[in-house]
């Protein structure tokens, strides 16, 4: 067993890059392989992996055991992220709402419980630890991972971080998960920070996460790879399959290796994981056609939107979270002034992630992972909204906002506007900040719930359908007590796939008129080159070459060189791709005068419109810069 091991977060790749909208079925028929790519475990479950399938009207608990039941098949050990007392929710829950879930969620199969308060208050997380430990004591393989938030923050600190890691041990958690959901990370201070933990709790494992928005996670991973060797202690990343892999999401497995084989010490090179590349590749094409069809959801590749996102330190499920808040795109839109609709929604994010900027400082820099990055992204967007109509920006109070200030959300930074604090505390009728109640402090939350379910028409709730209704939260025309009912009855309307482009639709032969052969199209043309994977494939190259000529990635000390490798190699890959399009069509008695068509830049119905269409989806003017750096190739 190596001593760099592998988790793979299947989970954050369709949270980050897609808002959870693919169903658990369209997860499962795309990712057949999971069992066979060289990970430790997959997380599975947690985060959005409840509310949002809720809100997209599927059966959240359907929907978690349908992906759960597929792994545990596979015989593959799950994880879960879970938000301490807020559990996939935005407000903490009293401890039999918890100790419920957790036991249901043993009860499915799920193996470890990453438990994580944004705030790294302990308070906030007693509630899952203490639960875990009674779902053991009944005989449960499950075990629960103490998490602590980390990112560019003053907030947070070496120190702060060794003195929250006593606290979690003491509350019986089980190793350490290093999680940075914005990405923004100094190597540094991973480094630091995984030898003092190694240091203080030889006994204790030690995952990282981080996300590739801003090109720093594979540094950062390999900073701690370096301090767990020089510990003699294991490390585990977390990674993606390459085909749900960058942007938003964690890096790619694939890349991770490629950088702990070439590490110059001898030391890591030789714990890199062992990876299935022929699993891998078998999975590509269906992941990519994922990708493709959900497409509309990624953050777009954008110099200005990155700048913007990395001063706000913004999460990496952000961007896709935003574009499905109902009415945004269009009021904020209004308000910015018009333009297409890509550049209109860069335009929206843009000025959105500046306000967050500017109003993190008055805010006390909370770190930005759920709920306090969705509520600063909230607070932003409802300050723009104010700024552009002449108000002050903090004209009124985001209400997950409201509750932090107050002390609802757990330990307040010091630097805090006090302003703001008496302002929030006014909203709620309040003379002085709330001290947070600990889960057992609570009242019971499970009868209340059970009772509204009742009076909604269900005569005998069942403990899951009472759970959904103590965390599921109402969002606007989202009823959650409306929603179980629904599920129950079977009228509920879960939200169809989006539709595919016209070019990405399977062939329909027409037979030509004469009745000698058929009339053939872009759609024959795309479904000879590889389908719509192919042209999510040739995209997601032209947006690495673009990001490595940028100079996006930070690589560690010695590795330097292979920004120029991976460069090189990306560009190859391409321009076989690209080189192979008009033989493909030749060998598929495509004749010269259809293949002319089909490569006719200019002609709408060419391939090339295609190939630009899936391309400046990843980025405006990427297409523009494929052209540039590959010449008349297709």
Known sequence: MTKIKFQDVLRDAIQSLFGTNPSAQEII????????????TIQTGGGTFFDIFAKKGRDEWAEVEKLVSHFKTLGVRQSALIRGDFLFGYKPQPYDVIRGLVFEYAAMGMNVLQNFHGLNDAR??????EAVAEAQAAGFDITVQGTICIEDNPNVTVGKCLTFADQLVALGHSGFYLKSASGRLSPYFVYELVSALYRRFPDQDVTIHAHSTYGEAPACYMAASLASIEQNKAITMDVQHPALAGSTAQPSMNKMVDLIKNYPD?????????LD?????????????????????????????????YAARTPGGASATLKSIPGLVDTLGRLLGKGDKHADWDRIQIAIYQMQHQILDDLGQPTQVTPYAANTTGQAALSLWHQL????????????IVDYLAGRHGHVPASASRMLVAKALKQLGLEASENYA????????????????????????????????????????FKGIDHIVACDKGQNMPSPPPQ?????????????????????????AVNIIGGYSKLQEIAERVLHIKQLVDRRYIFPAGEEDLEQKWLNANIARLKLILDDIPVKLAAANFSDGQKMVMLDRNNPNSIHLAIKDAVDHKGAGLYDFMIYIMGDRI
């Open 29 to 40: 028929d795309s990712y057949p392989t999971a069992h066979l790519i060289g990970t430790d």
């Open 124 to 129: 906030c997380l007693a509630g899952v630890a």
């Open 266 to 274: 001898e030391r890591i090179a030789a714990e890199s994981p062992q």
């Open 277 to 309: 590349i022929d699993a891998i590749k078998a999975s590509m094409f269906s992941l990519y056609g994922l990708r493709f069809r959900y497409r509309e959801f990624e953050s777009r590749y954008n110099a200005d939107l990155v700048k913007s996102m």
């Open 389 to 400: 109509e002449g108000r002050d920006k903090y004209h009124t109070l985001y209400p997950g």
């Open 438 to 477: 600990m889960a057992k402090d609570r009242p019971d939350g499970l009868p209340s719930a059970k009772e509204k379910l009742i009076k909604a028409g269900l005569e005998q709730p069942t403990m899951r359908q009472t759970i959904s209704a103590a965390v599921i939260s109402d969002s606007g025309p």
């Open 500 to 524: 595919q482009p016209f070019y990405s639709l399977p062939p329909q032969p027409v037979l030509r008129k004469d009745g000698h052969g058929y009339n053939r199209d872009v759609r024959d």
